[in-house]
């Protein structure tokens, strides 16, 4: 429970019976539950008001990945058709040369 052990949730009921006396105490755990509760709540409907939204951006993110990826293999593709006849024409040469 929120990371504390049997020993410190003791120590803190102590004090908070040596504060708030055994008439409000009742009252005062009441309080502190509800408390609670009402974070929990804002915190869960937080959660389900974002998810869907962090969902979609990591889908647009993963489609622009996707895009950049082939931009890149269309990239390469055009550079070695580029270079191909230039290769050729040297091979060609070379070939010449030694002849």
């Known amino acids: 429970m929120f990371g504390l052990g049997a020993g410190?949730?003791?120590?803190i009921l102590v004090i908070?019976?040596?504060?708030?006396g055994p008439k409000?105490?009742?009252e005062v755990v009441r309080q502190?539950?509800?408390?609670v509760k009402g974070v929990k709540d804002t915190a869960e409907d937080l959660r389900k008001s974002v998810e869907p939204e962090l969902n979609m951006?990591?889908?647009?993110?993963?489609?622009?990945?996707?895009d950049f990826?082939?931009?890149i293999k269309d990239a390469e593709?055009?550079?070695?058709?580029?270079?191909?006849?230039?290769?050729q024409q040297a091979d060609s040469?070379?070939?010449?040369?030694?002849?």
């Open 16 to 20: 908070a019976f040596l504060l708030f």
């Open 77 to 87: 593709e055009q550079i070695n058709a580029a270079t191909k006849p230039a290769e």
């Open 32 to 35: 502190v539950g509800k408390a």
């Open 24 to 26: 409000q105490l009742p």
């Open 93 to 99: 040469k070379g070939s010449a040369n030694q002849a």
């Open 69 to 71: 990826q082939a931009s």
């Open 57 to 66: 951006i990591q889908q647009e993110v993963k489609m622009v990945e996707q």
């Open 8 to 11: 410190e949730i003791l120590i």
